[in-house]
């Protein structure tokens, strides 16, 4: 191999090499940091489904730490969490929402939050514009028995056209009521 091949396989290998870790090529068997997950739930005529990526508390402070408190939240990790309204429109925590696409964030407190659904999609998680704010709700907080080592999002207490959505992590439980409108 001459020099300048050998140079251009070294400069290839350090640049894929954080990309792939970031994709979790660089895990045991290419497993990734923040595996991606779904939560669905199906109201009469509306299903509503959430995809997320989770991210795991691996001895790190999450609530607090990772997450800080008082600024906007991804709400999971990797690409924006999405939050799709099909079949009729609903009610988050009593705010009108039309069925739709939409990005779900979390603005977390040490004793209150709120979720924030936006009309933005498509932008990576880190992306916020609060402009683009669909509604901010007010979420119920609880404190989790023991840590929840991965980040998850799920329905809950489902029955006919309500639920409650979840969010979960670390020792916090921050859940809103929805309801079919």
Known sequence: MNRRSMLLSIVAGLCCSPLMAQMGGGQPGGAMASPPAKAEVALGPVKITVD???????GRKVMG???????????GANEATTFVVSGGNISVA???VAAGNYTIYTLPGEKSWQLIISMETGQWGTEYHADRDLVRVNMDVKTLPSPQEKMSISFENTVGKRTDMHIKWETTDASVPIIVR
């Open 94 to 96: 009593g705010k009108p």
């Open 65 to 75: 730490g990772l997450v800080p408190y008082g600024q906007v939240w991804r709400t």
């Open 52 to 58: 997320y990526h989770t991210p795991s508390m691996r």
